[in-house]
Structure formats: structure tokens, C-alpha cells
């Protein structure tokens, strides 16, 4: 969303401000399941003047740079390869990662037509969404891209592999206290699409904001959770844990199956009280550093997602869409 002052054309007034809300990427390359970076600033602008004469709004390219960003979503999109899945059922398993830290956000599943499933976290100032790209083209597409990309799916010539994680920032005061923590450049109010529209910039916020929903104490618990009952027990014993810890771990672990990671801490605060919590939760995780690397489905799929967070390869469109 920019803020940017503007003329309207004919015998109207002249109006101060005018308030832009647009997909970047589908703005570029016709659909979002590619990425835009600051090579794209001058497609960006000429593809704005052009819609804006269409609408009768006179403006200029040196306005349009001026123009405040108000919030942002940051997103990336990541291809699985086939050994993970297709991205419906990766989005699936990536839904017990149900509690985020330090704020109000919750966890909430919904459909995407009949072709898929996304999960969102949110809350009053932020939401964080991970979902099948393919899915929800298939559901919701509408430009001649998207047409495209559908036809071509129909046909085979594509597989549902696209991941989309999406951070977004729905307050400009929000917007503008995580964007100044990673801006080297003085606390500032404002922000142009120049530096906004930053790789680094993109890849921290988003790095971030996947640690802090599916962080290593997490990932552990719904690891081990996946385990049978016997070969639980016998993964603990060959651990070299002490006794104690296996059962601890045990019990906590137990209590992921049941109820998820949100479900496990609520249970934790109502058996435990004050610091008695945050201290459980020490010695959980360090049980599950001591038990060392945890093999199965589950790390082996957040060890792929965090390497190409931090990665952050942007995929653009080539010759061939089929060329991903």
C-alpha cells in the first residue's frame, strides 16, 4: 500500500493522497507464484503509471518512487522436491505447529476450494500464512497467467510443489518497528519502495518469523510424536538419557500426540505456575539437545524449509513457464 500525492485528471479537483493496494509480483509477472526483487523497480513503476492512466489518475514516475509504504507483506515462495511431497500434504503436517510464542497469534485451518489447505497465524497486528500456491491458482486464478498455469496443470505439465510462506504486516506502526530493527539506516517513519523491496531485508523478516513458529523445542516434540509407542520407548532407552529425563520427555511428548504443541503448553500452565513454566520448558529442550539429531519425515522437512529460508533463491519466470 503506497501513500502518494496525485492529480486527477479533467475538471475534478485535485486530490492530496492516493492510496494504492497491489500485488508486486502479480503486478510483474502476471501471478504470484514467482518473486520480485529491485531489478523489477522500473517494470513496477511504468506497470503503475499504465494502470493509473487507465483509471484516469495523473501522475509521475518521480511521485510514484515518493510514495510512502504504509505495510507490506513479505512472501516467498519455495519449490519441493519430490521426495517431501506435494505441497498439500507438507502444508498439512505443518499445521501441529499450532502455538506461536510471545503474542496472541492463533492457528487457524481453512480450505481453499476443494484443492486444498493453508494454515494461518494471526493476530491483531500480524499474519503469518503458509499455504499451497498451486491450490489456490487452481481455486482462485484469474489472470491470463494464472489461465495458463491452469490449462497446463490439467495437463499434467505441473505438479503441486509450490510452498508459500507470507508474513503480513498489517499496521504501518508494526510495519515500521520491524522494518527500522533491520534497517541500518536511524529510525525512520517512512519508507519508499526502494528500500523496502530488498532481498536481505525480505529474508530476515521471514527467516524470523519461521523460527519463532516452528522452532527447534517444537519440531522435537512433534518429531518424537510421530513414533510409535514401543519404538518410542526404545529410541528414549538407547538415548543415553538418564531415567528421569526419558520419562519426563516421555510424558511431554505424549501430551504433543494428544493435544498438539498449543495443547501441550496449556496443560503445562495449568499443572505449573509463574516461572515454573518457562523453567519446564528449559528443561525440555535441553533433554531434546542432549538426545542429538532426530531422524524421520519431520526434520527432515524443516532442515529443507530453513536451509531455503535462508537461501531465499528468487524463482522468476523464464522463457518457458513451464521452466521453473
Known amino acids: 500500500m503506497f501513500g502518494l500525492p496525485t492529480r486527477t485528471q479533467g475538471l475534478a479537483e485535485p486530490q492530496n493522497d492516493l492510496e494504492i493496494q497491489v500485488s508486486l509480483p502479480k503486478l510483474v509477472h502476471g501471478t504470484s507464484l514467482f518473486d520480485v526483487d529491485r531489478n523489477d523497480l522500473g517494470v513496477i ?35 519441493l522436491p519430490d521426495y517431501l511431497g506435494r505441497a498439500n500434504e507438507v502444508v498439512r503436517v505443518l499445521a501441529q505447529f499450532d502455538y506461536k510464542p510471545q503474542s496472541d497469534f492463533r492457528r487457524r485451518d481453512y480450505c481453499i476450494g476443494n484443492e486444498g489447505i493453508a494454515n494461518k497465524f494471526w493476530n491483531t497486528t500480524q499474519g503469518y500464512v503458509v499455504y499451497d500456491k498451486f491450490a489456490e491458482i487452481l481455486s482462485e486464478g484469474f489472470t491470463k497467467q494464472e489461465m495458463k498455469l491452469k490449462e497446463l496443470y490439467q495437463q499434467g ?32 517513519k517512512d519508507f519508499y519502495l526502494e528500500e523496502i523491496l530488498n532481498e536481505d531485508l525480505a529474508r530476515d523478516i521471514l527467516c524470523d518469523a519461521f523460527e519463532k513458529v516452528f522452532n527447534n523445542l517444537a519440531v522435537g516434540l512433534i518429531s518424537l510424536s510421530q513414533m510409535e509407542d514401543n519404538k518410542l520407548w526404545a529410541y528414549l532407552e538407547d538415548s543415553g538419557l538418564s531415567q528421569i529425563k526419558q520419562e519426563k520427555l516421555y510424558y511431554w511428548v505424549r501430551m504433543a500426540t494428544k493435544s498438539g504443541i498449543a495443547g ?17 520448558k528449559k528443561e525440555v529442550a535441553l533433554a531434546l539437545q542432549e538426545l542429538g539429531t532426530i531422524s524421520g519425515n519431520v526434520p527432515n522437512l524443516m532442515d529443507f524449509l530453513r536451509a531455503e529460508h535462508k537461501k531465499f533463491e528468487i524463482i522468476k519466470p523464464k522463457g518457458n513457464l513451464l521452466d521453473l
Open 264 to 280: 501441550t503448553w496449556e496443560q503445562m500452565k495449568l499443572k505449573l505456575k509463574g516461572g515454573s513454566v518457562s523453567q519446564r
Open 157 to 188: 505439465k505441473f505438479k503441486r510443489n509450490a510452498l508459500r510462506f507470507e508474513l503480513s504486516l498489517q499496521r504501518k506502526d508494526s510495519f515500521e518497528a520491524v522494518v527500522n530493527r533491520r534497517i541500518k539506516t536511524g529510525k525512520k
Open 45 to 79: 513503476f511504468e506497470k503503475l503509471l499504465f494502470f493509473l492512466d487507465d483509471f484516469g489518475v495523473d501522475t509521475t514516475k518521480t511521485e510514484l518512487e515518493k510514495g510512502i509504504v504504509r505495510r507490506a507483506d513479505f512472501s516467498k515462495v519455495f519449490k
